[in-house]
Nanobody
Framework: VQLQASGGGLVQAGGSLRLSCTAS????????AGWFRQAPGKERDFVARINWSGSSTYYDDSVKGRFTISRDNAKNTVYLQMTSLKPEDTAVYYC???????????WGQGTQVTVSS
């Protein structure tokens, strides 16, 4: 499966952005999906995960209550709605997909999110 992330940009602290990840190549509804992020000089960190149907989600504590992951399988797309953004949310955001319980096998190219203070 090929993944294409979009929707990043520059936003002020307290603002909102919605990232999209569109899949092609295989039946995306069979895959769990997730979002990760990598800040400059840091390792890539987990942000959120959603199961194949959208009925189950999981978040890192740093974004819980501010970010929402969702999906539309009819559009082969996963979303990450980000609100109350903070400068520490600045990073390249990557979407990923998997059919395994924990590790992700397929990755998109990343989209830059910059939050100014």
């Amino acid at each position: 499966v090929q993944l294409q992330a979009s929707g990043g940009g520059l936003v002020q602290a307290g603002g909102s952005l919605r990232l999209s990840c569109t899949a092609s190549g295989r039946t995306f509804s069979s895959y769990a999906a997730g979002w990760f992020r990598q800040a400059p000089g840091k390792e890539r960190d987990f942000v959120a995960r959603i199961n194949w149907s959208g009925s189950s989600t999981y978040y890192d504590d740093s974004v819980k209550g501010r970010f929402t992951i969702s999906r539309d399988n009819a559009k082969n797309t996963v979303y990450l709605q980000m609100t109350s953004l903070k400068p520490e949310d600045t990073a390249v955001y990557y979407c990923a997909a998997t059919m395994r319980p924990y590790e992700f096998d397929y990755w998109g190219q990343g989209t830059q999110v910059t939050v100014s203070s």
